[in-house]
């Protein structure tokens, strides 16, 4: 089946610190790859996506490139901000299981600190 | 745009209570619609996915007459989770796309409810 395995957390950084969330995948065909955040008592905001192998998504700073030889997709910003805290959860969406319902990693939890 | 609303955000109520949550897709049509349950610390689980007009679709061990799930609408889908014992209070959350079946159009997820039951 398909799966998804991050960094266990909560990783804890300084303000402008350079952050990096591992994530690598197991799935069937040619997943959607996905990282979402969630803030605290909220729900899950769409962070950024690449759906084939080599795009680079990104967004307010944050970026990863799907990595299908290493079948990762890593999370990285180059300087991160006490608004950036939160949890980051990484997922896929595969053809097999004919919905395409997201897979979700455990999730890593970001404390920036000022 | 692509906004979800899901309501009430929070409940408390007492043991062999029902309760409805609610997930309307607010500025597009949601052909389908998803729902997850996360535990405390833990990570989002697929309860079911359903699609307007059709039965749900539920994830192993799901039991479906436990979690009702209605999509009359292409922009209103309810949960019902019928006779609620303390062991179902969790986080519940919404996601909604346009697209059925192998879709790959992005979901856009409520903000969850969390379900405490006494």
């Known amino acids: 089946g398909n799966s998804v395995t991050q960094m266990e957390g909560p990783v804890t950084l300084s303000e402008e610190a350079f952050l990096t969330i591992n994530c690598t995948y197991t799935?069937?065909?040619?997943?959607?790859l996905f990282w979402y955040v969630q803030y605290p008592g909220e729900g899950l905001q769409l962070l950024l996506k690449?759906?084939?192998?080599?795009d680079k998504g990104s967004n307010k700073g944050f970026e990863a490139t799907y990595r299908k030889e290493t079948t990762s997709f890593h999370l990285e910003k180059g300087s991160v901000q006490v608004s950036d805290s939160a949890v980051y959860f990484c997922a896929l969406s595969a053809s097999d299981t004919g919905r395409r319902a997201l897979t979700f990693g455990s999730g890593t939890r970001l404390q920036v600190q000022p | 745009g692509a906004v979800v609303s899901q309501h009430p955000s929070r409940v408390i109520c007492k043991s062999g209570t029902s309760v409805k949550i609610e997930c309307r897709s607010l500025d597009f049509q949601a052909t389908t619609m998803f729902w997850y349950r996360q535990f405390p610390k833990q990570s989002l689980m697929l309860m079911a996915t359903s699609n307007e007009g059709s039965k749900a679709t539920y994830e192993q061990g799901v039991e479906k007459d436990k979690f009702l799930i209605n999509h009359a609408s292409l922009t209103l889908s309810t949960l019902t989770v019928t006779s609620a014992h303390p062991e179902d209070s969790s986080f519940y959350i919404c996601?909604?796309?346009?697209?059925?079946?192998?879709?790959?159009?992005?979901?856009?997820f409520g903000d969850g409810t969390r379900l405490s039951i006494l």
């Open positions: 799935a069937t065909g040619y997943p959607s």
């Open positions: 690449a759906t084939k192998a080599d």
């Open positions: 996601s909604a796309r346009t697209g059925q079946g192998l879709s790959n159009q992005p979901q856009h």
